[in-house]
C-alpha cells in the first residue's frame, strides 16, 4: 500500500473523511467528514480566523453568498478564463488535464492516443449562474460597503471562509482535488506601488501560518509562476507547495490581482468603487494581494505530516500483528484533547467524575471503557488524542491519575485536582 492509500483507509477507518454519498457508490471528488474529521477542519479554520481576523485589527470578516449575479462572473473573467485545457484519448475516450498527462496504459491497451488540448471551463453552471469557484469576488463586490461600516483605511483587508465549487476532471489524490471544498482567502486592499512590498510581507505571514498547524519546514518550498502562465488577473503569483505522498504540489498561494477586479467591476457595474484618502484627498482603485488557502488541502498536508506507522508500542491482549498508527497532531488542532479511561470497568464511577471535572475545562474530550487499556491507548494515538488520563486502582487510595504523553509515551502521575491545569 502507498502512503496516501494508508491515509485513504485510515480515515475511513476512524471515521474522519468518508467517501460522499457511499452507498450509492459515491460520488467523485466530493468526501464528507465524520466527527472526528469535521472536528479537526473546524479547529483549523478556527485557528485561522483567530489568526487573520480576530487577532487583527486591519482585516475584517464577511459571509458573501455561494450563488452570484452572472454579470460578476462575466466581468471577473471567469466566464471566459476560468478554464482548464484538456485532452481526450481517442481510445478510451477519458479526459485529463494537458498539462497531467497520465503515464498509466490506456485501458483499451498500449498508449494513450490524445486529441489536441481543448479548453474546458470548469465552474459548475446552474440555471441562471455559477457556483462559486473561488470567495474572492464576494469581497470585491462588497467593497464599498465593508469599507464603510468598518471603517477603515487602506491597507487593510476582508477575509472569508466559504465553499467553492470546481468541475474537477481528474480528481485522484483524495482531498488535494475535489469538487467541492472550502477557500479560506483574504484580499488584502493597498495602494498601488505598495503592493510589492505587501505581497513579501504576506508571504512570509502565510508561510507561519502554515507552520503553526505543525507542518513540518522541510515539507514547503516555494514557487513562483512564470510570467507566461500566470492568471487572467495575476502580476504575481507565488505558491508554496507542500511534499504530498504524491509529490510536490500546490498547497496555496499568494496573488497580486492588482486593480484588476474592482476595475471590471467598476466598468460592468457603472457604480464608483474608488477609494477615498481623507488625508490625502487622493481618489483610486486600490491594489489588492490576496493569499489563498483551500481548507481541505492543508488538512491533507496536516494529516500527511502527521500520520506515522511503528511497530506495536503498546502491549494488547490482542495478538498485534500489523503496525500502529499514531497521528502526531499539533494539540491545538487535534480532535479529542483528552482520553479518560479507567484502567477496569470496576472504576468507572471514579473515571466518570474526573471526567466531568475536565469536562468543565475542555468540551473536546471522550470517555472509554470499552476493551484492554492497550487497545484504547492505540485508538487515541490513531486519532491524535495527545494526552490519556488513567485512572487506576491507586487512584482509590492516593487521588492521583496518570496521564500519557502520545508522542513520548511518558506516564506521569498526579493529583486530580492538578491535571487540568497541567494539561493545559
Ligand atoms: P490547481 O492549480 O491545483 O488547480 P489553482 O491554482 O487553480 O489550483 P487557486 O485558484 O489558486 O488554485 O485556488 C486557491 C486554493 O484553493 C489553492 O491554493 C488550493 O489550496 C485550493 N484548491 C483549488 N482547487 C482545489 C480543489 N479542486 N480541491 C481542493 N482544493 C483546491
Redesign the pocket.
Known sequence: MTKLEKIVSWAKRRGFIIPGSEIYGGLG?VYDFGPYGLALKNNIKRLWWKTFVEDRDDIVGIESAILMNRAVWQASGHETSFN?ELVECKKCNKRFKADDKPEEKCQKGGEHEFTKPKSFNTMFKTADTYLR??TAQGMFTDFKQVLEVSRQKIPFGVAQIGK?F?N?IN?KDF?????E?E?A?IEYFVKKGDDDKAFGEWLKLWEEFILSTGIKKENLKHYEHPKEAL?HYSKK?V?INYNYPFGW?????L?NRTDFDLKAHMEKSGQDLNYFDPETNEKYIPYVIEP???????MLAIICDAFEEVKPRTKTTEATTGKEVILHFSPKLAPIKVAVLPLTKKLSKEAKEVYSELKKCYSDIEYDESGSIGRRYRRQDEIGTPFCVTIDFETLKDKKVTIRDRDTMKQERAKINKIAEMIK
Not at 175 to 179: D, G, P, Q, T
Not at 292 to 298: M, P, Q, Y
Open positions: 471528488g482548464d469557484p473561488e467553492s470546481r474537477e480528481t482531498l488535494f482535488r475535489v469538487r471544498f477557500i482567502e492568471s503569483t505558491d504540489k500546490e498547497l496555496t498561494g496573488a489563498t488557502l483551500g481548507i481541505e488541502r492543508l
